[in-house]
């Protein structure tokens, strides 16, 4: 996965800690956690495209939660940045090599290297999808009671 999904996930901790209808610019968002805007910018308009966030233009504009954090899952996040396809795309080089020797029925089950990922994959893809932006917040919240309080001073926010 590209750094774009964790920083776009530490973008949804901190909009889901500052729980308010007030957009946070880009700028903001990116000198919270010392990451370059302009690539920031590009992960949170993919985002704003899946409808996990609001973009708001003009001079008072920026980001917010375009829905509960509660319904934005781990894997919708993950599409959105990386896209949906598959991880492992099995080209079968099993075909190659020592196995252009075997007979073609040696190869009539699918590749049992290719079935494996996939049921790996999809393990991962449910893990994803059962995890959302606010059991995230939860559990920091259980791990680093402070950091919540902290964003919210930082983004000039009532502590509280």
Known sequence: MSQGVEWTLHVLLT???LDDDE???VGQLAAG???PAPYLNKQLQALARAEIL???PGARGGFRLARPASSISLMDVVAAVEGTQEAFRC????LRGVGESL??????????ISASMRRAELAWRRELAAQT???VRSEADSHAPGARDATRRAYGRPVG
């Open 15 to 17: 909009l889901a800690w």
């Open 23 to 25: 957009p946070v610019t």
């Open 33 to 35: 956690h010392d990451l």
């Open 54 to 56: 609001e973009s708001t």
């Open 91 to 94: 080209t079968e080089i099993r």
């Open 103 to 112: 007979p073609g029925s040696s190869f009539d089950a699918p590749c049992t």
């Open 133 to 135: 932006i606010d059991d």
